[in-house]
């Protein structure tokens, strides 16, 4: 599994020429995987009304099973370690692991395997799979994007770079502590770059 930690490479991206989007077609189909310097996965939520939180995940995996000819038979799938939640306050942190929250020593591991990919508009795709939280399965709808798809200019593999959001009711996987006061909806998101091996 990817550890993620903020960091950057020390490139600066003003020195590269710049690249036009390329199409989907513009990479093969196979196995894609995370390039884990740029992956994301956060959910933000309302708290009291004054403020929307972005919490995250330091440590998840993203694997691709890209179809470039029929892109609506390709697979995602997420695997979270629930246990790295990073509200970057340590006390929170515990409470976020905890009976009340996600439980992380009961259940330590979050799945999204997708089901259906459904190409709406030109680079926007409608992503439904299972979302598994605390042995809860339930259907959830990403709305993604392919920001961009193509020859990486310094790693030199083919990569595509990927946009995802939704918005679910967290108490519909038994997370409903402090609903009202703060909000039962949750939006997700997520932002990866995905790399296929040499």
């Given at each position: 599994?990817?550890?993620?930690?903020?960091?950057?490479?020390?490139?600066?991206l003003?020195?590269?020429p710049?690249?036009?989007?390329?199409?989907?077609?513009?990479?093969?189909?196979?196995?894609?995987?995370?390039?884990?310097?740029?992956?994301?996965?956060?959910?933000?939520?309302?708290?009291?009304?004054?403020?929307?939180?972005?919490?995250?995940?330091?440590?998840?995996?993203?694997?691709?099973?890209?179809?470039?000819?029929?892109?609506?038979?390709?697979?995602?799938?997420?695997?979270?370690?629930?246990?790295?939640?990073?509200?970057?306050?340590?006390?929170?942190?515990?409470?976020?692991?905890?009976?009340?929250?996600?439980?992380?020593?009961?259940?330590?591991?979050?799945?999204?395997?997708?089901?259906?990919?459904?190409?709406?508009?030109?680079?926007?795709?409608?992503?439904?799979?299972?979302?598994?939280?605390?042995?809860?399965?339930?259907?959830?709808?990403?709305?993604?994007?392919?920001n961009?798809?193509?020859?990486?200019?310094?790693?030199?593999?083919?990569?595509?770079?990927?946009?995802?959001?939704?918005?679910?009711?967290?108490?519909?996987?038994?997370?409903?502590?402090a609903?009202?006061?703060?909000?039962?909806?949750?939006?997700?998101?997520?932002?990866?770059?995905?790399?296929?091996?040499?």
């Open positions: 599994m990817n550890t993620v930690t903020p960091r950057a490479l020390a490139v600066s003003l020195s590269l710049a690249l036009a989007l390329a199409e989907i077609g513009d990479v093969p189909s196979g196995e894609y995987s995370l390039d884990n310097s740029h992956g994301y996965v956060l959910f933000s939520y309302s708290h009291l009304g004054f403020s929307n939180p972005q919490v995250g995940f330091d440590s998840f995996d993203v694997t691709l099973d890209l179809d470039t000819e029929n892109p609506a038979d390709s697979e995602v799938q997420v695997s979270i370690d629930a246990t790295s939640v990073n509200s970057r306050v340590a006390e929170f942190n515990e409470h976020l692991n905890g009976e009340r929250f996600f439980d992380t020593a009961r259940y330590p591991t979050i799945e999204f395997v997708s089901t259906d990919i459904v190409p709406t508009s030109g680079d926007q795709y409608e992503v439904t799979g299972n979302l598994t939280i605390k042995d809860i399965t339930r259907p959830v709808t990403l709305e993604a994007v392919i961009k798809a193509g020859q990486h200019p310094m790693l030199n593999v083919p990569t595509v770079g990927i946009s995802a959001q939704a918005t679910v009711k967290r108490s519909d996987w038994g997370l409903d502590y609903v009202p006061a703060v909000s039962d909806e949750v939006t997700i998101t997520i932002e990866v770059e995905m790399l296929q091996p040499e």
